[in-house]
């Protein structure tokens, strides 16, 4: 059950009878016949919720004068004038919905600040309280992180093995320290040659006098070396050929 609230209460206004307007330039106060109002009572502002009322009433007895419904403001509920910041132009509704619009006026500026940063207020409140509800019904949209249906992901990787990462390492190391590094075994797996096998000490040729040296001319790395059968019992004067 929502409870009637008294935002406002002002012991003494005046209400002016108010011609029609004439352009687009608003009500000026200085057209009224500010002298002679047509009525003096007191002004209640008064909210139910989010409804906001001025209610004119008499000082005495309360009897209500007039009903200034306010949906919002500025609007067309509550009007400054052109001329002075002490009066208002008020559309008040009777009880079948009719309306009407009169002059109101403050006898003090004060008042009328009073009036205006009541009205403000009340419907900073208001908006407020929707954006609230508007919250509760409506929560805010966590962030999806997630694929949708058709997307796809690219992600560039360069896997270097373990072993080739290390051999790297090992080489680059040797050419920093000395700039040498080990030579690779031949392909194919092949082997050096053995050198060949030295003939018997009795059989080496001696040097003659052709001035050649002492070692023959050999035939090949792979030759079988001469034996006992082949190799002449005497020493020539030249050099004998393996």
């Known amino acids: 059950m929502e409870y009637e609230s008294v935002l406002l209460v002002k012991q003494e206004v005046f209400v002016y009878k108010i011609p029609p307007r004439q352009s687009n330039r608003g009500y000026r106060a200085a057209d009224w016949n500010l002298n002679e109002p047509t009525w003096t009572g007191r002004l209640r502002m008064v909210s139910k919720g989010k409804t906001l009322a001025v209610k004119l009433e008499d000082k005495t007895s309360g009897a209500l004068f007039a009903n200034c419904p306010v949906e919002a403001y500025p609007g067309v509920a509550i009007e400054s004038v052109s001329d002075s910041s002490r009066y208002f132009v008020l559309r008040i ?81 040797a050419k920093k320290a000395g700039g040498l590094g ?12 053995p050198p060949p096998t030295a003939a018997s000490p009795s059989h080496q040729p001696t040097a003659g006098s052709g001035g050649q040296t002492e070692w023959g001319e050999f035939t090949s790395a792979g030759a079988k070396p001469p034996t006992a059968a082949t190799t002449p019992s005497k020493t020539n004067a030249n050099w004998v050929q393996f």
């Open 182 to 193: 080990l030579l690779p075994p031949p392909p194919g797996g092949s082997k050096i040659a």
């Open 93 to 173: 509704q009777d009880d079948n919905g009719r309306n009407a619009f009169i002059g109101l006026g403050f006898g003090d500026r004060s008042d009328s600040f009073d009036l205006n940063v009541a009205l403000q207020d009340h419907f900073k409140w208001v908006k407020n309280e929707e954006q609230i509800e508007k919250e509760k019904v409506e929560p805010k949209q966590q962030l999806d992180l997630g694929f949708k249906e058709g997307e796809t992901i690219k992600i560039n990787m360069k896997i270097t093995k373990k072993d080739g990462s290390e051999a790297s390492a090992r080489s680059g190391g």
